[in-house]
């Protein structure tokens, strides 16, 4: 008699495990980084985006298995430690979307795409069990963002390092400040973050564009991500709350929707609107699952 069997999570609360609705947000990194590399997203290469999607959802639901202890403490309604979710379905949640994101990036890129994906996979899983908890938290997810731009970049990877330096400078400020969600940031840390959005915008429109149209289309989705996450980020500043705090990370997780566009506008417009399509939608779904 082995006892009653183990139950399957339900969708809804893999959903949450993940973060579904946020997968939104970093749909643009690949799509950045082909524009940047002058390299299309058709064909098979719609799968890299894919893959960034399966990417982040693994690391959303290893951050989770490896918080577990601390979430039963700070944030008991968390899929683990509310008994919705195991430890063990959590892990190897992560570790199924981590082989499923390397082979998307296989179909769609070839060996090329492989490696970056390699490093990719290793730096997300690198960030949630070693390094989130300590000062290189921030740097390791940068680097986990700006791989994922580069993700895009084909075998041009040097004509998207300033695409993968404004999406990881964005990705510093955000996670440094997040750490600030449960008991309050300190106000330094929030002026940091606003620097940080400053450096990304700069490199965000900075550099040749296609034409004339690509470039007043980078300047406004540029100048649109500078208002979204500054504004939201100078509050925090000024009061350090873990409300605001909190409120601040998400407007900094959906700001990264504007920049990846305002990346991408430079070599191509039409892909710069399909990335923007994705920031309501994702602002729509995160009052029914948050992205934080």
Same mark, same amino acid.
């Given at each position: 008699?082995?006892?009653?069997?183990?139950?399957?999570?339900?969708?809804?609360?893999?959903?949450?495990?993940?973060?579904?609705?946020?997968?939104?947000?970093? #749909?643009?990194?690949?799509?950045? =980084?082909? !524009? &940047?590399? *002058?390299?299309?997203? /058709?064909?098979? @290469?719609?799968?890299? $985006? %894919?893959?960034?999607?399966?990417?982040?959802?693994?690391?959303?639901?290893?951050?989770?298995?490896?918080?577990?202890?601390?979430?039963?403490?700070?944030?008991?309604?968390?899929?683990?430690?509310?008994?919705?979710?195991?430890?063990?379905?959590?892990?190897?949640?992560?570790?199924? #979307?981590?082989?499923?994101?390397? =082979?998307? !990036? &296989?179909? *769609?890129?070839?060996? /090329?795409?492989? @490696?970056?994906?390699? $490093? %990719?996979?290793?730096?997300?899983?690198?960030?949630?069990?070693?390094?989130?908890?300590?000062?290189?938290?921030?740097?390791?997810?940068?680097?986990?963002?700006?791989?994922?731009?580069?993700?895009?970049?084909?075998?041009?990877?040097?004509?998207?390092?300033?695409?993968?330096?404004?999406?990881?400078?964005?990705?510093? =400020?955000?996670? &440094?400040?997040?750490?600030?969600?449960?008991?309050?940031?300190?106000?330094?840390?929030?002026?940091?973050?606003?620097?940080?959005?400053?450096?990304?915008?700069?490199?965000?429109?900075?550099?040749?564009?296609?034409?004339?149209?690509?470039?007043?289309?980078?300047?406004?989705?540029?100048?649109?991500?500078?208002?979204?996450?500054?504004?939201?980020?100078?509050?925090?500043?000024?009061?350090?709350?873990?409300?605001?705090?909190?409120?601040?990370?998400?407007?900094?997780?959906?700001?990264?929707?504007?920049?990846?566009?305002?990346?991408?506008?430079?070599?191509?417009?039409?892909?710069?609107?399909?990335?923007?399509?994705?920031?309501?939608?994702?602002?729509?779904?995160?009052?029914?699952?948050?992205?934080?």
């Amino acid at each position: 008699m082995g006892g009653d069997p183990v139950k399957a999570p339900a969708v809804k609360d893999l959903a949450e495990l993940v973060r579904a609705p946020a997968a939104l947000t970093v #749909l643009g990194d690949t799509v950045a =980084g082909s !524009a &940047a590399a *002058g390299l299309r997203m /058709t064909g098979r @290469r719609l799968l890299l $985006p %894919l893959a960034s999607v399966a990417f982040y959802w693994a690391g959303m639901a290893l951050n989770d298995w490896a918080d577990r202890r601390l979430d039963a403490v700070e944030r008991p309604e968390r899929p683990i430690p509310s008994g919705r979710v195991s430890p063990s379905a959590a892990l190897g949640t992560g570790a199924g #979307l981590t082989a499923a994101g390397l =082979g998307l !990036a &296989a179909l *769609g890129g070839g060996r /090329t795409a492989v @490696r970056a994906a390699v $490093p %990719l996979a290793a730096s997300v899983w690198a960030y949630d069990t070693v390094f989130k908890p300590t000062p290189a938290g921030p740097p390791a997810m940068a680097l986990c963002r700006a791989l994922d731009v580069l993700l895009g970049a084909g075998g041009e990877p040097r004509r998207a390092l300033t695409a993968a330096a404004a999406v990881g400078v964005h990705t510093l =400020g955000v996670t &440094a400040l997040s750490t600030g969600e449960v008991h309050g940031a300190n106000p330094n840390t929030a002026r940091a973050a606003l620097a940080t959005s400053s450096v990304a915008t700069t490199l965000a429109v900075a550099g040749p564009a296609f034409g004339r149209w690509n470039r007043l289309a980078s300047l406004a989705a540029g100048s649109g991500y500078a208002g979204f996450v500054g504004r939201a980020q100078a509050d925090a500043a000024r009061d350090p709350s873990a409300q605001v705090v909190r409120a601040a990370t998400r407007t900094g997780i959906h700001g990264m929707v504007p920049l990846q566009a305002a990346v991408a506008a430079k070599g191509s417009v039409a892909g710069a609107a399909l990335v923007a399509v994705a920031l309501p939608i994702a602002r729509r779904l995160s009052r029914k699952v948050s992205p934080t």
